[in-house]
């Protein structure tokens, strides 16, 4: 069985990173406990790295963390995005991952959906 790929921005979100890793979280805890292979489908957390650990110290064992410098706030700006956070935030991180060498299947992004859609048209 081929494995999913799923980019997670875990910054989005009026609960910040825990909504996000708790869910990881709860998807590998039931997949292993009712016997579904874990391995066919695998996370990309996208986030401070910090921000993951402090809820999930372990995180690294169980998903691919990807550090990001910066994050979209829901109050941001479109100009600022796409300005100065195009590139290096957790939600612009999560969509290039989507293209990558080795890319993602799907990102999972509960931030601005207006940022969303102007980064994804970059």
Sequence with gaps: MA???????AMGGDCGPRAAVTAVQSFLSHSSEH??????VEFSVFAPREAV???W????SHCRLVHCEDVVEMHDSLRSVLRSKGNSSSMAQGLQSLAGAAPCDALVSSGSTAALVALSRM
């Design 57 to 60: 110290p372990d995180a690294e």
């Design 3 to 9: 494995s999913i790929h799923i980019a997670i921005d």
């Design 35 to 40: 016997g579904t292979v874990t391995g066919a």
């Design 53 to 55: 650990l402090d809820i």
